[in-house]
């Protein structure tokens, strides 16, 4: 018997089949193997048992990435890779040159490559070139997959607007709109809650975010759907950075305050202007109708998870803020380092920030 996409709509188990009826595995190259998401892709994919490897060609290395497929011979690229900047975006205003090297003509190069070859690729981009404005305003509705992007105030954001709008051409591509990500680890310094526990003040503005660790194993998913086009990959929901950190006192630390400041004050503390957004869930949920509401995901993700260790969060807490007080300001790989030295995190899986301390 074979199954079509469309058999396959709204189940959350698929069984991928050859034309000729045989089932047949999956196979992933996954770009990223350095990276945040890619490196979680790799535990993630290693947990089911799947075929994978990581790829080692650059994103703009045409030949390289011909030889790897050859090689590899992969059903499905998994594309987590692409210039985010150290510390952070703001890198990219001044590395534009980088930037746009491996976020438009290296992304664009490896879809155009999968294209010729047959080969679906998810790729993992980003949600944040959306803004609210006057008709998508706070509370109001959110921005749709077929909308089209109305922020560009970062070169980052500039060049993920640019190349989504390029990639939806290719009919065998996925893109996921990744939203201020979330991991269980509260020490991991690239995790949105352990930045904003860290921040002397933070912004207080509902956004849309992607937890991780439940949103991830549907990317997979998506991929052996193959799903196409542009998907809002965040969990359904807004959610702003005081209800998080009212989460953070109520599991972890009765003792935790914070101060607001105005998006105004903020800019006074970054480069690049940053988004603020609300994504509409409809196209994920029809797809996983179990995913979880965003404030119900951190607390069974995040929130319950810790809470039974909060004293030991508490202290990698301390401890991680310590040492990165010692840091030059801006170094982040030396933060980077710091943090994952401290006792909670010594190993791979913790590294990626999946595990729970
Ligand atoms: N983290 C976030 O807050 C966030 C939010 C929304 C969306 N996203 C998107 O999700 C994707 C993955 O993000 P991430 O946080 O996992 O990124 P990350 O931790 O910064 O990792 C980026 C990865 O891309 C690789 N890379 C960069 N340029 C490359 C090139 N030209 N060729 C091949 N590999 C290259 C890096 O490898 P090397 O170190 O070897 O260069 C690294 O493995 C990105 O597209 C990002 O825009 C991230």
Not at 11 to 18: D, F, K, L, Q, Y
Not at 124 to 140: N, P, S
Not at 141 to 155: A, I, L, M, V, W
Not at 300 to 310: D, M, R, T
């Amino acid at each position: 018997m074979s199954v079509n996409s469309s058999q396959l709509h709204n189940s959350e188990t698929i069984v991928t089949m050859a034309s000729n009826g045989t089932a047949h595995e999956p196979v992933f190259l996954v770009f990223g193997r350095s990276g945040w998401i890619g490196g979680l892709l790799g535990e993630l994919l290693k947990q089911q048992g799947a075929r994978f490897e990581y790829a080692t060609s650059r994103l703009e290395d045409r030949a390289g990435i011909l030889a790897e497929i050859e090689r590899v011979k992969p059903t499905h690229v998994l594309n987590a890779a692409g210039m985010t900047g150290r510390p952070n975006v703001d890198w990219c205003e001044d590395h534009k040159v980088e930037t746009i090297r491996a976020n438009v003509i290296g992304c664009l190069n490896l879809a155009d490559v999968c294209t010729q070859q047959g080969i679906h690729m998810t790729y993992y981009g980003t949600g944040c070139i959306f803004h609210y404005d006057d008709e998508f305003k706070i509370g109001g509705k959110g921005f749709k997959e077929s909308d089209k992007p109305n922020f560009t105030g970062s070169y980052y954001s500039y060049t993920k607007a640019m190349v989504e709008s390029l990639l939806k051409e290719y009919p065998n591509v996925l893109t996921l709109r990744v939203r201020m990500p979330i991991v269980p680890s509260l020490t991991y310094p690239r995790n949105f809650i352990t930045k904003i526990i860290k921040y002397d003040k933070v912004v207080n503005i509902p956004n849309s975010m992607t937890v991780l660790t439940e949103l991830l194993p549907y990317s997979i998913e998506m991929a052996k759907r193959k799903l196409t086009g542009i998907m809002n990959f965040t969990n359904p929901g807004a959610i702003s950075h005081n209800e998080i950190l009212e989460l953070y006192k109520q599991y972890i630390d009765p003792e935790f305050t914070w101060q607001n400041f105005t998006i105004e004050e903020q800019a006074k503390v970054i480069v690049a202007p940053r988004s603020n957004n609300l994504l509409d869930t409809t196209r994920i949920e029809s797809e996983f109708p179990g995913i979880l509401p965003i404030k119900d995901s951190l607390v069974k993700y995040v929130f319950e998870p810790n809470a039974l260790q909060k004293e030991e969060v508490r202290a990698a807490q301390l401890a991680a803020k310590s040492r990165a007080t010692t840091c030059r300001p801006g170094n982040a790989t030396q933060m980077f380092t710091l943090a994952m030295r401290s006792a909670r995190v010594p190993c791979r899986e913790q590294l990626w920030g999946l595990a729970a301390l």
